[in-house]
């Protein structure tokens, strides 16, 4: 028999429990924060947001990342204002810190509940459809995957392992208000694993609430993995969904590392999107052809060597005249996931990414609209260019799109770690678990490099790549800061002095040396600058570095394995490459 889902009651869910958050802000307020009872009233607050936070954030994400983003400041492009840090992370450092005025907390309290009130209108004005539910409820498990075990959501207080529990025990209470009666009838084996799933993701994590200690692989791969293939199963099995091209992730992927699990659609440029074979064909050719730059010095591949994780292995390559380049470079591989593009961010797309390479004087120095006949002395290229476009172009933006479009799909997610995060092998020695758990937790390196993907591009909506002030020196002496300004260059906003984009470690044990000006040449250097506290823990004076500025106390052995952890990320398709 036929049954209606109870949509409206799973609103209300959702707008009780805001009500419920904003509530308890106002405990919070009365009490103060030195009193025994904050604590109390902020994790009551917490939980309560969790709660409605995926269907509050799905419909305003700007606002619902400002209430659990991180306490930092906010530079705001429009007006070069300055927004001090606010939300729930704020409120949690002034608390457990206690190093805040009485005005300023209830500042942050009456700021923080004036974005929940308006997340609260969101929910009561929009009406919540299959469509959107099923989208919420895909997003908050990835928040849980990425965010919530990693104590991105609560880097002081470290809640965030009891607060997975909490949205697991709160998708359970959605699932029973609206669609459980449909799957009971139409599936009633898929409905009592799901359940028997959900109870057994709590109880594990019942079973080790420390920060530190807990398992991450584990809850993972054991327990996080079987409840998201009974979700896609679900989904499908109620026939309620219309497939959507226009979110960051693949619905059907049965976890959150499958090969297919994001959607590139989402991430390629309007201009650029589905691109053909025969494109994607003409952009690889032409990645590798010296004769795109003006003085024939110059290819893609220069600078990007398949075998060497698509970066070049050197400190910095050279400009088109023998002169080193200014910074490291970096690998292509799953560059595509980004929304920020070079070192400095200085380009939105990869499309701007690619077009920026024709006109640097000091790389291939071309003109993007004016097309350069000289390639097509290789007779090959106008059946190509034909094949792809239609026609021999007059200007390089075909020919930025083509390799554009060749880049985006050099693209990896079949390294050690996803095929046992998959499950399809069981491989990964003690080292490399305990590395994983390191990386998640205790080092704080996931609140950075977001799992799985590892770039900064920030879950679950991906619609920003973070940028960070770490505050790396000049030569690995650790002696001296290094004196590119990074960011700094679009606004001269000392807020932005020396930031730069947070790239992906996938393949990092091909791509030395690290960091933008390549001062680091192996991974346990990198592990050790960070284990120091970055450029302060260093001594440098940073008033803005983005990374705590204590040492991460981390073992001689726990460094160890984070540096097998991060050997596990090198990807097939990269040590596979014969160019």
Known sequence: MDRVPDWETTRSY????ISQSISYLDSLKAVGFQSKESKLYFIKAREAFKKAEPYA?????????????????????????????IGFQKIEESIYTEEITHADFQHEIYVTKGLLNNLKKGIEKRTLTPQRFFITTHQQLFRIVSLGISGFDTPVSHLGINESKISLESLRSVYNLSIRKLIKDNNLTLDSTFMENITKAVKFIEGNTNFESFDRFAFTRDYMNPITRNWVEIRKSVALWT?????????????????????LNYFTPAVN??????????????????????????????????????????????????????RNTPTLINTAFQKS???DGRSETILDQVSSVFTNPNEFNANIHQFSDTILKDSTYAPLFKDAFGHIPTKNTEVVKAIASYISTLNGFDSKFDKNMRGEEDTFTEEEIAGYNIFMGKALCATCHFIPLTNGTVPPFFNETEKEVIGVPKTKANEELDEDLGFYWKFNEPLHYGMFKTPTIRNASLTAPYMHNGVYNTLEEVMDFYNKGGGAGLGFNLDHQTLPFESLELKPEELASLVSFVKTLTDDRVTNANY
């Not at 959702?14 to 429990?17: E, F, G, Q, R, S």
């Open 14 to 17: 959702y707008l009780d429990h």
């Open 341 to 343: 593009f070079f070192w």
């Open 273 to 326: 999107k589905n691109p053909t074979k025969e494109q994607i064909a003409l952009g690889e050719k032409l990645f590798f052809d010296t004769k795109l730059s003006n003085n024939g010095s110059m290819s893609c591949a220069t600078c990007h060597i398949p075998n060497k994780g698509y970066a070049d292995g050197l400190i910095s390559n050279f400009d088109n005249t023998g002169n080193a380049l200014q």
């Open 243 to 263: 497939p959507t091209n226009t979110e960051p992730f693949n619905f059907d992927a049965p976890t959150f590392f499958e090969k297919n699990t994001f959607n």
């Open 57 to 85: 954030a799905y419909l305003n994400p700007e606002v619902g990342h400002r209430v659990n983003g991180p306490a930092l400041p906010i530079y705001k492009e429009d007006n070069g204002k300055i927004l001090k840090p």
